[in-house]
T-cell receptor
Framework: SQKIEQNSEALNIQEGKTATLTCNYT??????LQWYRQDPGRGPVFLLL?????KEKRKERLKVTFDTTLKQSLFHITASQPADSATYLC???????????FGPGTRLSVLP | DSGVTQTPKHLITATGQRVTLRCSPR?????VYWYQQSLDQGLQFLIQ???????AKGNILERFSAQQFPDLHSELNLSSLELGDSALYFC?????????????FGPGTRLLVL
């Protein structure tokens, strides 16, 4: 069956360190993978998109990798700050006319 | 502010009742998605419309229905409500209907069924 997993429900790290979040999927063939940030009680906010033919994408302190062989994406936040504390969701983009699927999310807490 | 608006922000109703949630997409976006988010289920895709036509269906119950109007706003109708329907309902919009396009989420409607 199709499944998306994100490494853990919650991740605590110290301010200044690099946070690494994992998104694994099975029985999907996504053409795109997106990462979103969600704060409590609010809608998800888009962060980065990576295509299946791209290995890595960067935006400021954020970096995403996409390994279609391992069926895995890694999301890194470098020099993390308490303001980065939120839930991070990965989402698989499939071709036209099909579902857009979100993972369960990882709640990141950056401790001062 | 994503540019997507949802009304109402909060809704409290009783079991067995029917409610309508409304969404206005960002200007220029043709695609509207509806999601349900509860504490134990995460963000669940319900249904997608593109330029007035149903494009994709997820885990949407038969008691739920949606439509997208010519002005591109969308409504999600929930009927015969049960306690388990209590959740945050999000609408999102995007320019097109493939997974390559960013989805912009509205602030959500918090539904409480008593």
């Amino acid at each position: 069956s199709q499944k998306i997993e994100q490494n853990s429900e919650a991740l605590n790290i110290q301010e200044g360190k690099t946070a690494t979040l994992t998104c694994n999927y099975t029985n999907y063939s996504p053409a795109y993978l997106q990462w979103y940030r969600q704060d409590p009680g609010r809608g998800p906010v888009f962060l980065l998109l990576i295509r299946e033919n791209e290995k890595e994408k960067r935006k400021e302190r954020l970096k995403v990798t996409f390994d279609t062989t391992l069926k895995q994406s890694l999301f890194h936040i470098t020099a993390s700050q308490p303001a980065d504390s939120a839930t991070y969701l990965c989402a698989l983009g499939v071709p036209y006319g099909q579902n857009f699927v979100f993972g369960p999310g990882t709640r990141l807490s950056v401790l001062p | 502010d994503s540019g997507v608006t949802q009304t109402p922000k909060h809704l409290i109703t009783a079991t067995g009742q029917r409610v309508t949630l409304r969404c206005s997409p960002r200007s220029g976006d043709l695609s509207v998605y509806w999601y349900q988010q509860s504490l134990d289920q995460g963000l669940q895709f319900l249904i997608q419309y593109y330029n007035g036509e149903e494009r994709a269906k997820g885990n949407i119950l038969e008691r739920f229905s949606a439509q997208q109007f010519p002005d591109l706003h969308s409504e999600l109708n929930l009927s015969s409500l049960e306690l388990g329907d209590s959740a945050l309902y999000f609408c999102a919009s995007s320019v097109a209907d493939s997974g390559s396009w960013t989805q912009y989420f509205g602030p959500g409607t918090r539904l409480l069924v008593l």
